[in-house]
């Protein structure tokens, strides 16, 4: 009997099991986390080791010292869950990984120790995508949601409106046309000198601020519900760089809030207006992004003012996790999909 058909038909057993636990790995940037999650809904470990203060001299991820950092961690946070969740290797059912998108390199360091651990072990392996265990972090804040819902997943590299018609089964709404709603914090931040990572810099600088100090346009863009960012970007430089040559000192709180409500009413907007026009049972938001705290606000406001159930990942699952991972790991599993031993990192994955 080859590998993959050994797993196979480990996976056709676990599938029909009352209880099923996974151990899962994340290493698409620069966090190295590792989980274990049963049924997709409980977290019983979830051990997050951030590499910030690696990259923060740098004022960015620098993909060469991440890929090392996650060959120093990988093995460390994956006994500490095991430790954290009182259990050993035997008490876990299946494996998963993360394969895309992110660093190709940090990926590819996450997909080997996986890989090699689903062989040593005999496990089956469950390929993630990155973006779907955005998505999956709402199944265990709120473990009542079940698909369909309109979910906005915002990030540094994505923003994007999908209907969730069915667990792992997604239809593109909108997307970002230029920058990213993360990223272009992160642009932001650099404008006004604020350490990385930026996006949380911002938003907390923000809340002392005045959002509407500094008018900033909303572009237009092509899709009915897709976003863009460019051009916020681009005034909201101009504008610093004007009061630079003209001697003031930048209003770096009023600057932070303008920007961020340009940014989150946009954001809100879109999203709302999906929602209404393709009658969405619920909304929910998925991503780094999704813990900005005027994000947060002004969608609570605009759902409950619309009769619209809203769905939030608790704090520490809106950014990098490995528990996301094997909540969406285990929908997957369910539907008999398995990673066979030539599986690859593959950084430009799409959701859909």
Known sequence: MTFESEMRRKLDE?????????????????ETAAAIVENGRVIRANVVFSQID?????????????????VEACDRVIDEALRAADMTF?????????????????????????????YALRKPLIPVNHIEGHVSANYLTSPALEPPFLCLVVSGGHSHLVNVTDYGTYHLLGQTTDDAAGEAFDKAARVLGLPYPGGPRIDALAEEGDPHALPLPHPH????????FSGMKTAFLNAANKLEMQGKELPKADMAASFRWAVVSSLVDKAMLAARETHAPALALAG????????????Q???EAA????????????????AMIGS???????????APLTLNAQPALRLV
């Open 14 to 30: 676990i599938r029909h099991q009352p209880t099923v636990r996974i151990l899962s790995l994340e290493t698409s940037c620069d």
């Open 90 to 118: 035997d008490d876990i059912d299946a494996l998963a990984v993360t394969c895309g998108p992110g660093l190709v390199g940090a990926l590819l360091t996450g997909v080997s120790c996986m890989k090699g651990l689903s």
């Open 221 to 228: 863009a092509e899709g009915r519900y897709d976003y863009s």
């Open 307 to 322: 009769g619209l159930p809203l769905y939030m990942p608790r704090l520490d699952l809106c950014t990098d996790n490995g």
């Open 301 to 303: 406001e605009k759902c």
């Open 288 to 299: 780094g992004v999704s813990a900005n705290r005027l994000l947060r606000r002004m969608m």
């Open 54 to 70: 690696l990259h923060a001299l740098y004022g960015g991820v620098v993909p060469e010292i991440a890929s090392r950092a996650h």
């Open 328 to 338: 969406a790991a285990y929908w997957r599993l369910l539907k008999g999909e398995i």
